[in-house]
């Protein structure tokens, strides 16, 4: 279900941006919050992130990365951080379903799921039940993409990156695949003579 060009709103356009931020009542001049959890290796993307809010549209920022993940999840699900969040998610089964429900649907709201954006869109969560209902993998997908459009016009999240893996293997290798996780389907590998 994957569209290369699926998100207008994920070009970086610093002018455009400026200029929407002007029309708006944020006040530049107080320092914004920026949330991660800590000893997980955050700390300088986010403050890559602060630094082009700082540069580019005049925001300042402060660090807020001293909760550990077991002590940062809760205050998320209780609201209590106070300005943007890094948070992470790892599909369990290769799906746009497993991104789209448990993460924007209105069901999954905490503390009954992982909708930490606390996104509710009555337009989207129908859409992602209407994918769930499709007799086939085609009518599943086109609605998903559907939702997918909807979610990105409505924007609760900002997508920073993706993490990708490099494999690379010896030509006495014949037969090697990863799968949709990016593992190795190792069953399947065979050692030339």
């Known amino acids: 279900g ?31 919050d920026l949330w991660f959890n800590a000893g997980a290796g955050h ?4 403050q890559a992130a602060g630094n082009q809010l700082r540069d580019n549209l005049g925001i300042t920022y402060k660090l807020q990365g001293g909760l550990q993940f077991a002590e940062y999840l809760p205050k998320i699900d209780e609201k209590g951080i106070t300005g943007p969040f890094r948070l992470g998610w790892a599909m369990d089964y290769p799906s746009p379903q497993n991104y789209l429900e448990p993460l924007y649907t209105t069901q999954a709201l905490p ?40 979610l990105l016009e409505d924007m609760p ?37």
């Open 111 to 150: 503390p009954n799921g992982s909708n930490a954006s606390f996104y509710s869109n009555p337009e989207f969560d129908e859409l992602v039940a209407e994918g769930n209902r499709a007799e086939d993998n085609e009518g599943a997908i086109e609605k998903y993409q559907e939702a997918e459009d909807v």
């Open 2 to 32: 994957h569209r290369e060009d699926a998100c207008e709103y994920c070009e970086y356009k610093p002018d455009e941006a400026k200029a929407l931020l002007a029309e708006t009542d944020f006040d530049v001049s107080k320092p914004i």
């Open 157 to 193: 999240v900002m997508p920073m990156f993706f993490s990708t893996s490099t494999f690379v293997w010896s030509d006495k290798l014949s037969n090697v695949k990863v799968n949709a996780f990016g593992n190795l389907v190792l069953e399947d590998v065979t050692v030339n003579q």
């Open 43 to 46: 700390d300088e993307w986010v």
